[in-house]
C-alpha cells in the first residue's frame, strides 16, 4: 500500500521561499510518475510539477515554472518542491500524488494515491 506524507508547508512572506518534502513508501516507485498539486479554497486542484521516479524530464504549470523546482531523492525515497520566489496567489494546500506509469499527468483524477496535504501560506 502505497503512503506519502507531505511535510515542509508553512507561513512564508511574498518572494520567499519553501521546500516541501514528499516521502514515499509502501511500494518501489521506479515504475511510478509523482505530482505535486495544489488547491486553494474555493477552487479546483490543480497540478504544479511533477516528473517520472526513473528520471528525465520535469514538468510544471506554467503558473510556477522558473520559480519552482521538483526533485527526487532515490535515497530518502522522497520528492521534493523547492518553491522560490512565492506569490500570494501560492497559498493553497499542496499535495504530493503517486501514479503507476511513465507519463507524467496533469490531471487529478489520473493519479491513485495522495498524500494528506500541507498548508502553504504566502503573506504580503
Known amino acids: 500500500q502505497v503512503q506519502l506524507v507531505e511535510s515542509g508547508g508553512g507561513l512564508v512572506q511574498a518572494g520567499g521561499s519553501l521546500r516541501l518534502s514528499c516521502a514515499a513508501s509502501g511500494r518501489t516507485f521506479s515504475s511510478y510518475t509523482m505530482g505535486w498539486f495544489r488547491q486553494a479554497p474555493g477552487k479546483e486542484r490543480e497540478f504544479v510539477a511533477g516528473?517520472?521516479?526513473?528520471?528525465?524530464?520535469?514538468y510544471y504549470a506554467d503558473s510556477v515554472k522558473g520559480r519552482f523546482t521538483i526533485s527526487r531523492d532515490n535515497a530518502k525515497n522522497t520528492v521534493d518542491l523547492q518553491m522560490n520566489s512565492l506569490k500570494l496567489e501560492d497559498t493553497a494546500v499542496y499535495f504530493c500524488?503517486?501514479?503507476?506509469?511513465?507519463?507524467?499527468?496533469?490531471?487529478?483524477?489520473?493519479?491513485?494515491?495522495w498524500g494528506q496535504g500541507t498548508q502553504v501560506t504566502v503573506s504580503s
Open positions: 516528473l517520472r521516479w526513473s528520471g528525465g524530464t520535469t
Open positions: 500524488a503517486a501514479r503507476m506509469g511513465s507519463i507524467v499527468v496533469r490531471e487529478p483524477w489520473q493519479y491513485a494515491d
